[in-house]
């Protein structure tokens, strides 16, 4: 238990530092503090793995870094929604992103047992199990590998798949409301 509760100290602690950063940076059509903007249409991303001092962090972990930078700051941010054809989807330009980065990054979906399905937490938008985001022969359900990950891919082609939620990985955060500033 303790290097379980040190290890969330510590995120917290990063979070509590970044939300500092991010709450003395105002927003003047681009992006806050320390998040990057890809894409014309102005939308915003923070990478973990641009960060040394943010660790790895299980899916649950991840989105309590991005939601408690949410919270504190009056923004809609959550963890990534990869998608093609969304404003914010910029599916080309963020490929690229997550590849320059590394590769096993968290993003906001998980898998829903009681509707049996893939669902996006921020939107509740659904992913198909048959979309051409998934990796070669995912997603894998009944496993109990109930979050989504990409593997950064190909320079072009990120892949989704589904992996036991206690890994450690990087993580995207999202904010999902700049264009309504």
């Known amino acids: 238990h303790s290097s379980v509760t040190m290890g969330i100290t510590a995120n917290f602690c990063a979070a509590i530092l970044f939300t500092a950063v991010l709450a003395a940076t105002s927003v003047h059509g681009t992006c806050p503090g320390e998040f990057v903007q890809i894409g014309a249409a102005g939308c915003c991303y923070y990478f973990s793995s641009d960060h040394h001092n943010v660790p790895t962090l299980t899916k649950a972990a991840s989105q309590q870094f991005c939601q408690h930078i949410s919270t504190t700051n009056s923004m809609n941010i959550d963890l990534y929604e990869l998608s093609i054809g969304s404003p914010c989807g910029n599916y080309q330009e963020l490929t690229a992103a997550l590849y320059t980065r590394g590769r096993h990054t968290w993003l906001g ?22 979309s051409i985001l998934w990796k070669s022969g995912f997603p894998k359900d009944g496993t109990g590998e109930d979050c989504l990950a990409t593997d950064g891919g190909i320079p072009r082609r990120p892949y989704v798949y589904n992996l036991v939620c206690m890994y450690q990985l990087n993580f995207v955060c999202q904010i999902f409301n700049i264009l309504s500033k």
């Open 109 to 130: 979906a998980n898998y829903n047992a009681t509707g049996e399905s893939w669902v996006w937490q921020n939107s509740g938008k659904k992913l198909a199990p048959t």
